[in-house]
């Protein structure tokens, strides 16, 4: 199913990684999906409740126009995939596309948020038994 522009689904997020304060999607369903199959059972509850849409009120333009670039490179490089064996070539300029894209929106978001760590948290508390760790760089899961 493609995503639209107004979808909930894609958009500035925090906490979609550990490691990532705020990070684009382009559909959040994908990484819920694969946190609910692939972490540890302990980690799982933490991680869906720290994951939180950004509204589009506070993300910049700059961060939106960053962010769609990065989905519509990742649409043609998922479609060059597909050609892959035919047009080697339109998959490897596709990939280099969406690398670009994903630096360019990484780096919208890093000078949009100066401080992507304390805006991520002034959405919200985290839950119980979730944590920013300093020294590690990343999201903790306790008991």
Known sequence: MTVQATDPRSGLFRFLHHTAPL?????VDERLKDITRNKPAREIAGRLAAIRRVPDALVPQTVCEAGRAFEGALWACKDAGWVFQEEGWAYEEARW??????????????????????????????PDGVWWDKQAG??????
Do not use: M, N, T, V
């Open 97 to 126: 596309a969406f690398k670009e894209a994903q630096r360019a929106a990484e780096e919208a978001i890093a000078q949009a948020f100066p401080d992507p760590l304390a805006f991520a948290l002034s959405l919200g508390p985290l």
């Open 138 to 143: 990343g999201l903790r899961f306790g008991p």
């Open 23 to 27: 990070e684009w999607s382009h559909d």
